[in-house]
């Protein structure tokens, strides 16, 4: 099962960006759609992007979109979330994690589809 490691994250003030990665440890990471999440103190884990295996299809929660890109490279077998105009309420622990259906067109949203979480990144946003 491959393995995840998520990079990035730290202390930004409101307004401010930040770039995560997501650096997998082989390359079936290729095969499958990849998703961010994240989860604040006292909260569920929640869904924030997620793409499909090729690239060329993309989901955003819609209290990111507009303001958070996804994107990867499978020749570095990474993906990114690029989060810009950070608000307070961004401030969570981001993970990633690979989604148990291979080749599949239309990446999912639901965390239960999602396999191999990392350890996750803590972005925090300051007023």
């Known amino acids: 099962q491959v393995q995840l490691v998520e990079s990035g994250g730290g202390l930004v003030q409101a307004g401010g960006s930040l770039r995560l990665s997501c650096v997998a440890s082989?390359?079936?990471?290729?095969?499958?759609?990849i998703g961010w999440f994240r989860q604040a103190p006292g909260k569920e884990r929640e869904f924030v992007a997620s793409?499909?295996?090729?690239?060329?299809?993309?989901y955003y929660a819609d209290s990111v979109k507009g303001r958070f890109t996804i994107s990867r490279d499978n020749a570095k077998i990474t993906a990114y979330l690029q989060m810009s105009s950070l608000k307070p309420e961004d401030t969570a622990v981001y993970f990633c994690?690979?989604?148990?259906?291979?080749?599949?067109?239309?990446?999912?949203?639901?965390?239960?589809?999602?396999?191999?979480w990392g350890q996750g990144t803590q972005v925090t946003v300051s007023s």
């Open positions: 994690a690979q989604e148990i259906f291979v080749f599949r067109t239309v990446p999912s949203r639901k965390p239960s589809e999602f396999v191999s």
């Open positions: 082989g390359r079936t990471f290729n095969n499958y759609a």
């Open positions: 793409i499909n295996w090729r690239g060329d299809a993309t």
